[in-house]
């Protein structure tokens, strides 16, 4: 079975600064998805970004963008540019031929 | 302009006493899905629709059930519940998770309804 580990149960940045959250997989699956997922409190979750494991290029969106390490089984995401609306659990998730499969969290603060 | 709407946001209940938790969609999605978090814990699957078709995970205790009326609603049913139970519970979509397709992957997440056990 598919795993993810997400090793930092929290993690604090000050505002305007740069944040990576770390994230790890297990898998013998070659055709796969990730996400991050933000989930602010009493908030739905929101998808932050995501990225097809066939693509080598990291996906970017605006402030967010990825490290996608295929070989390593590690998809971290860093945030630039902190902002106190970033702060919130952040879920890294696996989607291969079975169901999504998510991290423990990481939650975030923002410091102003 | 919600996408995926659950009702109550806040439920309480008395141990032992049905509770019915409701969610609707205007995506026209194919897949709706359930999971139970409980605090500052990953979402943990707990069923879900392919159109008519359920799909229980094998660890979900009996006491959940679902019905899933038409397209746009999904109801999540606890017959009797335990003070275990008590947890935020998410209703999600996609509009697909058979196909190769990460877009139609995604799933859409609504607010969610914490459930209190008294």
């Known amino acids: 079975a598919q795993t993810v580990t997400q090793s930092q149960p929290e993690m604090s940045v000050q505002e305007a600064e740069t944040v990576t959250l770390s994230c790890t997989y297990d898998?013998?699956?070659?055709?796969?998805?990730l996400f991050w997922y933000k989930q602010p409190p009493s908030r739905q979750m929101i998808l932050v970004i995501r990225?097809?494991?066939?693509?080598?290029q990291n996906a970017t969106e605006n402030r967010f963008s990825v490290n996608f390490q295929k070989a390593a089984k590690s998809f971290s995401l860093k945030i630039s540019d902190s902002q106190l609306g970033d702060a919130a659990m952040y879920f890294c998730?696996?989607?291969?031929?079975?169901?999504?499969?998510f991290g423990q969290g990481t939650r975030l603060t923002i410091n102003p | 302009d919600a996408m995926v709407i659950q009702n109550p946001r806040y439920q309480v209940t008395q141990f032992g006493k049905p509770v019915t938790l409701s969610c609707s969609q205007t995506?026209?999605?194919?897949?709706m899905y359930w999971y139970q978090q409980k605090s500052s814990q990953a979402p943990k699957l707990l069923f879900h629709?392919?159109?008519?078709?359920?799909?229980n995970e094998a660890d979900t205790p009996d006491n959940f059930q679902s019905r899933r009326p038409n397209t746009s609603f999904c109801f999540l049913d606890i017959r009797s519940p335990g003070l275990g139970d008590a947890a935020m519970y998410l209703c999600?979509?996609?509009?697909?998770?058979?196909?190769?397709?990460?877009?139609?992957?995604?799933?859409?997440f609504g607010a969610g309804t914490r459930l209190s056990v008294l």
């Open positions: 999600a979509t996609s509009r697909d998770n058979r196909v190769r397709d990460v877009a139609k992957n995604i799933q859409y």
């Open positions: 898998t013998s699956e070659s055709d796969y998805y």
């Open positions: 990225q097809e494991a066939y693509k080598q």
């Open positions: 998730a696996y989607k291969g031929a079975q169901k999504l499969v």
């Open positions: 995506l026209n999605h194919n897949v």
């Open positions: 629709y392919y159109d008519k078709d359920f799909n």
